[in-house]
């Protein structure tokens, strides 16, 4: 028994290959291409685990797939391989749907190919678990409920649209050929090994940096944060005893706006690596030019996966945000080796254009 995961080297997909590794037997062959968001130091802890394999490689490489399904056998694939981050689907959307439309295809008629061969009580026990997110159902007012599994897809971003393609594509698998499908759909995740892209790591980044915290727009878009651990423990849950062909959202019950997430990171680090000028971090604060079309509002009703799979999440904001700013000021060097390179480009194209509001 093994399973396959793809995007294991990125921040959820490691965060779970070691999760699953402390929690399982069971060997993982991880399959990820290693983009600028895939980092083999986020595996390193996993060096002399014989139950681990990373494999370099594209998902939208029909004959690698074809190789490695057939050498290994997997009785489920864990699909995390995406491009992932908003604004560089802004400035290049190309990636994403290569990636995140024809990558996932791949996949599935790989997955097709292998399942329909399979003995019948190993067809019967395999999975495909697509992860996916809370942005496909596009943005919400103030007023607005949740996001349940059956609102409608609005996706707003090249990044979302292709997302929500995807989902499309696994729902069809089932309902066409039968695939033996489950699809996440997680809000933003926070904790360990986060790409310095995004808004925590970026913010935490650049304020031990000395340089500006930008604030998009006027910092009141909403997000509802999971600590990685749980998002972690939520894929076991639905991998283990999800119904096929069903969707489950993932979420933390904790909606902030982006500035008090700000706010928070300041706090946190004036209390653990104070400036030497004595001054708040707050002071770098800066209000820049906003996202075209930035979502407004995202908040998830988990009340589905609590309810049929009793799952709910286990770390607080107040406890996963201080374990987090922890763990980037410990990791200070993880953070250097993976933004050295290409990242300083990134940052000059999506930064240089937005000045302070
Ligand atoms: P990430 O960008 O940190 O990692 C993505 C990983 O996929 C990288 O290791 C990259 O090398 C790999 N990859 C990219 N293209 C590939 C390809 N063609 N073939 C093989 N590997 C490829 O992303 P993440 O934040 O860890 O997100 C993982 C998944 O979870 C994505 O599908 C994302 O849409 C979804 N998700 C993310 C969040 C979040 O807050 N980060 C929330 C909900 C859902
Ligand atoms: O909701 C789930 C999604 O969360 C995932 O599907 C995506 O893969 C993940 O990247 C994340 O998307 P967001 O766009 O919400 O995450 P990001 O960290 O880029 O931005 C969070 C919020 O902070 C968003 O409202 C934009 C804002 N922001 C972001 C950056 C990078 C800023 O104000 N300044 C910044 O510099």
């Not at 391989?81 to 990558?103: Q, Y």
């Amino acid at each position: 028994m093994l399973i396959l995961v793809t995007g294991g080297a990125g921040f959820i997909g490691a965060n779970f290959v070691i999760d699953w590794l402390e929690n399982h037997d069971e060997p993982v062959i991880n399959l990820d291409k290693l983009t600028y968001a895939g980092n083999r130091d986020s595996l390193a802890s996993l060096a002399n685990n014989s139950k681990h394999q990373l494999v370099v490689g594209d998902i939208g490489d029909r004959a690698l797939l074809d190789t490695l399904l057939s050498q290994h056998r997997p009785r489920a694939i864990i699909n995390f391989a995406a491009e992932s981050h908003v604004d560089r689907s802004i400035h290049g959307p190309i990636d994403f749907i290569n990636t995140n439309i024809l990558g996932t295809f791949h996949l599935l008629e790989a997955c097709r190919s292998y399942w329909q061969a399979l003995p019948a009580a190993k067809k019967d026990t395999f999975r495909f678990l697509h992860v996916s997110t809370d942005e496909v159902y596009g943005s919400l007012e103030a007023s607005d409920a949740a996001f349940t599994e059956s609102n409608p897809f609005q996706p707003n971003s090249p990044y979302s649209a292709s997302k929500a393609a995807s989902d499309h594509l696994v729902r069809a698998w089932h309902h066409t050929y039968g695939l033996p499908v489950l699809t996440t759909n997680c809000s933003n995740n926070y904790g360990p090994l986060q790409f310095p892209e995004k808004l925590i790591p970026l913010v935490t980044a650049n304020a031990l940096a000395g340089k500006p915290l930008p604030i998009y727009g006027d910092g009141m878009n909403v997000r509802d944060w999971l600590y990685v651990g749980d998002h972690c423990s939520a894929i076991r849950r639905v991998l283990a005893d999800g119904k096929l062909g069903e969707t489950y959202n993932i979420g933390g019950w904790n909606e902030q706006p982006n500035i008090d997430i700000v706010h928070m990171i300041c706090d946190l680090l004036d209390e653990m690596r104070p400036r030497v000028d004595g001054a708040s971090y707050r002071q770098q604060i800066t209000f820049v030019k906003d996202r075209p079309g930035h979502d407004r509002r995202y908040a998830i009703d988990a009340r589905k996966i609590e309810r049929e799979l009793g799952w709910r999440p286990a770390e607080t904001f107040a406890s996963g945000i201080r374990k987090t700013i922890s763990w980037y000021l410990e990791h200070q060097e993880w953070v250097e080796r993976v933004t050295s390179g290409a990242y300083r480009q990134w940052i000059d194209t999506n930064y240089s254009e937005r000045t302070s509001a």
